[in-house]
């Protein structure tokens, strides 16, 4: 194996920007509606292609089946790649959203996985807000909203159609992280540039979306019963607090049971990989090279790399670009 670029997937929806061509650096075709790009995915009708190197036209899907132990190491068997990573560009709101947990997910007349995941805040308009998970008792009576069984209140909230009213938020900035557990209710809001790493799923339930129109005039449908169901966490959410590690490049944002989620800050030459595990790399800002005999591109900011465990040990070399210091997020399983 090598390490592997793939294409990334383009999603267009109203909600959508050109940011993933004016801040990530992409030739897009004309629109205004980039709404998501998938950079890493193994579903059924979803695959990541590798774009360079020997493997290039090879799916993520069929690498794991190919190459199961070399790809995951020590993680390996999986039927699938168990991570979905992407970048999201919101120039408008996101709807209020909230996810199964694998227990319920297992359940689905489809049954999948259940979707934990956490976001990092590339780029912000001023201004820009997230909003994760439901109000503190103290925010609640502060605003003179009842308390008592949350669930409940907000269950009744929603069915009113006055979900806002019971949604923590916070104005977010540049390099915040968000840990957003499956049960968690969340949106993402207008001018925000986001990376996104989840657990691959694909279910979602709508709970109030602004009371906006689709781009066929009418209300996008909501999934209130189902969704609500889904709540198992009703307490407010704020940015992650990062924690140095052994290594002083490197800052984790996230551990939990599905993902590894860590900022990087690397001078010069940066160590990654050696521990029998894949590693997913996503350039921020800098110009990062891989070991010259690989003859794969320099990654600029909006590349991202998926480092077989088989490859072993690597030295990147990462320099300052356009006066930025080279910055990459990188995520592995636990
Ligand atoms: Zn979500």
Redo the contacts with the bound molecule.
Sequence with gaps: MHPLLFKPIYRRYIWGGRRFASVLGRSLPPGEDFAESWELVDRTDDQSIVSVGPLAGTTLGQLVTDFGDALLGKHAPRKSFPLLFKFLDARHDLSV?V?PDDARAATLPNPDRG?T?AWYVIDAAPASRLYAGLLSNAELLQRALPIGNKKEIFSAAVRAGRCEEMLHSFEARTGDCIF?PAGTV?AIGSGLLVAEIQQSSDV?YRLHDWNRLGSDGRLRPLHIEAGLSAVTNTDPVDPVAASATVDPALKRLVTNDYFLFDEVCPSAYWNIGGDNAFHFLAVLAGTVTLEEHWELPALTAGACVLLPASIGRQVLHAVTTNGLAPKLLHVSLP
Excluded: N, R, S
């Design positions: 959203q996810h979707k995941e957003i969340h979602t």
